[in-house]
């Protein structure tokens, strides 16, 4: 049975719509669809729509629209969405090449109980997902991570990791898109450009994108 949808205010111009209180990817495909959904319909006073796991936060101008109109608003088009627009939506298929020469590489083998070789083949053996963009900028976060590799996020977080640095935290893989502080393991790098606010789409990657790291020397 599905979750009901709950409206909560976030300041005086945005709403949060929570889906449910458990992580699933049956849940994640139900809020990119409804987040592609109010894209799409491109409602009156909609100024963002920003999905999560969870939940979706809709940006509105409140000099056009109250909280209760909004959310009444919001909740039915969400509802309407259901699940197919989510897996109908075009999507791309990325190959990026990585350097696997990450400051991490070694303690993380360690760690895992692993040689620097399988961590490699084990991270560049998959194909990933994207299930969302946050934190900054073009960041993806792909899953699912083999389970061989799970690990926890470093204690202390670094004050700068470059751009382009390959890095995995917990049941995640990801590339750092900008020059930003960051607490997941470095284990290798890209020069391909994951955000460029130049382009018509400046991220690279988008919710439900496929990615393979290709390994390159």
């Not at 993380?108 to 994207?130: F, M, P, W």
């Not at 995995?168 to 893989?173: D, P, V």
């Not at 130049?198 to 439900?208: K, V, W």
């Amino acid at each position: 049975m599905a979750h009901q949808l709950v409206a909560h205010p976030l300041g005086d111009s945005a709403i949060t719509i929570t889906f449910g209180s458990e992580r699933s990817a049956d849940l994640l495909r139900r809020v990119q669809a409804a987040a592609r959904a109010l894209r799409n319909a491109q409602l009156p006073h909609v100024e963002d729509v920003v999905p999560a796991y969870l939940a979706l936060t809709i940006f509105y101008d409140p000099l056009h629209l109250s909280f209760s109109e909004a959310a009444s608003r919001f909740v039915a088009a969400c509802e309407r969405a259901g699940g197919s627009s989510f897996e109908s939506a075009p999507t791309k298929e990325h190959v990026i090449p990585v350097r696997y020469d990450g400051i991490d590489l070694d303690s993380v083998a360690g760690t895992l109980g692993l040689t620097r070789e399988q961590v490699i083949a084990r991270h560049a053996g998959r194909t990933y997902t994207v299930d969302l963009i946050g934190f900054v900028p073009g960041f993806a976060y792909l899953s699912e991570l083999d389970r061989s590799l799970h690990i926890s996020r470093r204690a202390q977080p670094r004050p700068r990791v470059a751009a382009g640095s390959v890095a995995i935290a917990a049941a995640q893989t990801g590339v750092y898109p900008l020059d930003t502080p960051g607490g997941w393991h470095i284990i290798g790098s890209t020069t391909t450009v994951m955000f460029d606010p130049t382009r018509d789409q400046p991220a690279l990657l988008a919710a439900g994108d496929s990615v393979r790291f290709e390994r390159i020397t």
